[in-house]
């Protein structure tokens, strides 16, 4: 493994503090006392790799990032099973995806062991931040910004990598969520950056999300951008349906959606379980016509932060909308693969995948 120097906080959150922040950390606010950071600079390449107490950066006011939005990140989880071992799910998955951001947004790429390194040593320093509940996990959050003082636009030649961790409990607040399909905006076009996991791709979704927000609705779902006609994903996950024939469909990797490592690992675990698990097209028409015959029963988002959460229902500008059961109740399929894929992340089943890293 890499050489981390490691530079632990004077002033730790006292234990009884941090126990108090653990009970219901909600998604996002609470955050561990350390962060990693790593240097790059064309030339010398990765180097000075530290875990250094939680604080601000200092940026240059004509850091490229700041300008030119050159920035990708990635989220993972750190689970704390029944027996208090502590685990990661797929994290060279997220190593390969941040790599494969990096080359689209022309960044640096951080090689495998950094990524892993950053994490394994973070969590050396953060690992009584790992929670224990049942939704609650320690989210993991590795960002890169390029940060070379120059404004010409071209690829930056200065790069930082930054992991932080911040203990979760579940990212929706309902049992069921309601979406919003965005009739008006769309999130990626192919041959964009949609494939990737870089900000630009979140700051455009918030003006759909608000509209959402405003129509009573938790989450966002986007159409295709070439004819505002089939599926693509929503702001924040990937999307499922489940056929009356108990058949499970999600729209294909068509280059302009995020390959969500949730979505693929229940495709996975979905057909070990003997459920047929289709990727092809699905026309937004399609979803409401289906929800209206029975034919759809079941929808839900899927992934990291959202591990597998239930669509009550989906609603549009035209005034139409596509309810499952009450719109209030978790349809069975998508319980039963939340409820697998959960045990494999916390260590509880067994990982015929072998998906299951061990810190
Ligand atoms: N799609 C978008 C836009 C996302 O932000 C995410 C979350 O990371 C996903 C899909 C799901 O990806 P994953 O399952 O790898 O977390
Ligand atoms: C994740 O699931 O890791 C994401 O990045 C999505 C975001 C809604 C938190």
Known sequence: MAD???????????????????????????????????????????????VVPRGPLSIDPASTV???GQEIFEG????????GDITLFRPGANAARFAASARRLAMAELPEDLFMG?????????RDWVPQGSDQSLYLRPFMISNEVFLGVKRANEYLFVLLASPVGAYFSSGCVSVWVSDEYTRAAIGGTGEAKCGGNYASSLVPQQEAAEKGCDQVLFLDARERRYVDEMGGMNVMFVHKDGSVVTPPLSGAILRGITRDSLLKLGRKMGLTMREEPIAIDDVFAGAASGEIVEAFACGTAAVVSPIGSFHRASGDEARFG??????????????ALSNVQRGEAEDSFHWVHHV
Do not use: C
């Not at 790593?38 to 180097?47: A, D, K, L, T």
């Not at 009450?326 to 409820?339: H, I, Q, S, W, Y």
């Open 326 to 339: 009450d719109g209030k109740t978790a349809g069975p399929v998508a319980l039963r693969l939340r409820e």
């Open 4 to 50: 981390f120097h490691i530079e632990k906080t004077s002033t730790p959150t006292p234990a009884d503090q941090r126990e108090a922040l653990l009970k219901d950390p909600k998604f996002g606010r609470v955050f561990t006392d350390h962060m990693v950071v790593i240097r790059y600079v064309e030339g010398q390449g990765w180097h000075d790799a530290k």
């Open 66 to 68: 700041l300008h030119y």
């Open 118 to 126: 950053a994490i394994e040593n973070l969590l050396k320093v953060d």
């Open 76 to 83: 993972l989880k750190a689970y704390r099973g029944k027996n």
